[in-house]
């Protein structure tokens, strides 16, 4: 979105802005893991001789909740393909069960082991999946309970998502991040969701994540990406809207468990069966530190040659945007594909530099000249072109000006992206 054009300095050149977030870490005192959950130990408990422990995170007490039913039925016909040294778990949250959320190991088609939030130790009066105390106790229990003896774990994000987009903690209404549930309430029209730099802070806690693949809308985007990427070896989703009925879960779950292929195979089969309409991408965060300096280096060249002007977005590639309201009146894009942004705007030699170090971080990308959505595409995804130089399988958030008729929501999102550990770290 467009912001001001001091503010676009901020995103072009190197202004730092006082209350910097600290990076978040680990630390021995918060960690819940100790080295006493050693291998031995996960050997001598019968229900925990796990190879590699995956839980998908079902937040689906929303308009997604049938869709979390019918991809809970898929789930157990895919558990039937892992060996029984796999641990497959499921955290289920929807408008059903009593409102009682659940977790339960899937193991040849079957729910085992079943436990309600209550036995978890979570007692609320209103019940959130959104609460980071809630994600923090089910991720807790879930690993804790069902240790992988070589020290391997998965997880899944299955719900709505709105890449880095962001205010409280616990946020409501139009603000987002990931996993919004409405309440006790089912019909209740707003929900609350967790923000990245607090969902990053829950998964900190936890053991180190082979990988997170996000079912989620939007959350292949850099800011995201570098926000989570000292918790997890691989993250795998979408730069764009995905489909509400989900994965492929039947074909995807044995996927979640080949040794060294799995982000290949979960890609190739989403892909595949949303007919190659659909854009997927798999990040090593390892080089996440690589592109932020790059990315840095490259926006302070263009904002020698900008200037104070703001940047033209026209024709740009662009994955979503924040919904028509009573307060904002027009769409406003927001994840533009950060490529194609500076194919516009880079040098040849500054593109090609740049798109060398990110190549390194996206290892996979799969390509889609258009994507599901329940927004009319013809109305809001025509003022582009789709190619494949264009596509680069992440996004990037463009500060526009909020000076512009209904400019509201631009200035609101230039100052939530100062929130993000991406925002100061290119604008050093």
């Known amino acids: 979105m467009k912001t001001k054009k001091n503010l676009v300095k901020l995103m072009f050149m190197s202004i730092l802005t006082a209350g910097m977030m600290t990076l978040t870490a680990c630390s021995s005192e918060d960690d819940v893991f100790t080295e006493a959950q050693n291998a031995s130990q996960v050997m001598n408990n019968p229900v925990a001789r796990s190879e590699r422990t995956v839980l998908i995170y079902m937040a689906g007490r929303n308009n997604l909740s049938l869709f979390a039913t019918s991809d809970l039925d898929e789930i157990k016909r895919g558990s039937k393909l892992i060996g029984s040294n796999q641990t497959l778990l499921v955290f289920m ?26 036995d978890m130790g979570i007692k609320k009066d209103e019940l959130y999946a959104s609460d980071p105390e809630v994600m923090e106790k089910v991720l807790h229990y879930a690993y804790s309970h069902y240790p992988s003896v070589k020290n391997d774990y998965g997880l899944v994000l299955w719900g709505h998502g709105s890449g880095w987009l962001i ?10 991040g990931y996993g919004v549930d409405v309440g006790n309430y089912i019909y209740n029209p707003d929900g609350k969701w967790i923000n990245v730099p607090t969902m990053n802070k829950v998964i900190s806690r936890m053991p180190h994540l082979k990988f997170i693949f996000a079912d989620c809308c939007n959350f292949m985007c850099l800011e995201t990406l570098y926000e989570m990427r000292n918790v997890a070896d691989y993250i795998i989703g979408s730069p764009a809207e995905v489909p509400a009925t989900g994965a492929p879960y ?7 468990f080949e040794p060294t292929t799995f982000y290949r195979s979960i890609i190739d089969r989403y892909h595949e069966h949303e007919g190659g309409h659909l854009p997927l991408s798999v990040v090593k965060t390892s080089e996440m530190e690589h592109v932020a300096q790059a990315t840095r280096d490259v926006l302070k060249s263009i904002s020698k040659r900008q200037g104070d002007t703001w940047p033209d977005m026209k024709g740009m590639i662009h994955y979503n945007y924040l919904k028509n309201t009573q307060e904002f009146h027009q769409p406003y894009n927001i994840f533009y594909d950060a490529g194609n942004f500076l194919l516009g705007y880079a040098t040849s030699e500054e593109y090609q530099q740049w798109k060398q170090t990110l190549d390194a971080a996206v290892i996979e990308k799969r390509y889609a000249d258009s994507w599901a959505t329940i927004k009319p595409w013809d109305a809001f995804y025509t003022d582009f072109t789709m190619t494949k130089e264009k596509y680069h399988g992440v996004s990037l958030f463009v500060p526009q000006d909020p000076t512009v008729e209904y400019g509201e929501c631009y200035a609101s999102l230039n100052k939530h992206i100062q929130q993000l550990q991406w925002f100061y770290v290119v604008n050093q």
């Open 167 to 176: 205010q409280d903690s616990v946020s409501v209404k139009s603000t987002r």
């Open 250 to 256: 039947e074909e995807v779950v044995s996927a979640l």
């Open 93 to 118: 949250r929807r408008n059903y069960d009593g409102g009682q959320p659940w977790l339960a190991r899937v193991e040849n088609g079957e729910l085992t082991g079943k436990v309600t939030i209550a």
